[in-house]
């Protein structure tokens, strides 16, 4: 039995230790938001917020982040209101089919954090760890620079 805090609760799960958390979150936890690609840690969609900081859950074992914040796309918005990365991606339609989006916001909202007044170059540059196969990349810079100016960054 593993504790893992996810979106703020804690959850036990009778979890074997190869199990990764990718795995845990899709099937244990049901919070499908979490996408597996890859599953090689090369794609990025299966990205979430540990500590605030990006990670492939893919690559990680559920038992290795016992105890760590872990966030998850359902837990960004507030009330049901939709953060501010997520606005921007709506308004400015860089969710196409919507695959990579999860993985793109949550790295998108760590980088906004540490950085609330990127350069485009170097809002691909942080997204650049995750695949979009549609590829329409334009957008979802577009949609990471409107955030950074809708924050009050640029
Ligand atoms: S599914 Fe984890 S990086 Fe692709
Ligand atoms: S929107 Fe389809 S994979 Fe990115």
Redesign the pocket.
């Known amino acids: 039995m593993i504790l893992l805090k996810v979106n703020g609760t804690d959850h036990r799960v009778d979890c074997p230790d190869n199990k990764t958390l ?1 795995e845990v979150l899709r099937e244990d936890l049901e919070l499908t938001g979490t ?12 990205t979430v917020l540990i500590g605030g900081r990006p990670f ?4 990680m074992l559920a038992v290795e982040v016992q105890g760590k914040e872990i966030t998850t796309i359902e837990g960004l918005a507030k009330d049901g209101t939709p953060n501010y990365v997520q606005q921007a991606f709506m308004e400015r339609q860089a969710i196409q089919c919507g695959f990579c989006s999860p993985g793109m916001i949550l790295t998108a909202t760590a980088f906004l954090e540490e950085n609330p007044r990127p350069t485009k170059k170097e809002a691909v540059r942080a997204i650049s760890g995750n695949i979009c196969r549609c590829t329409g990349y334009t957008k979802i810079v577009d949609a990471i620079m409107y955030a950074s100016e809708k924050k009050g960054g640029n």
């Open positions: 990718l996408k597996e690609g890859c599953d090689q840690g090369e794609c990025g969609a299966c492939r859950s893919c690559m």
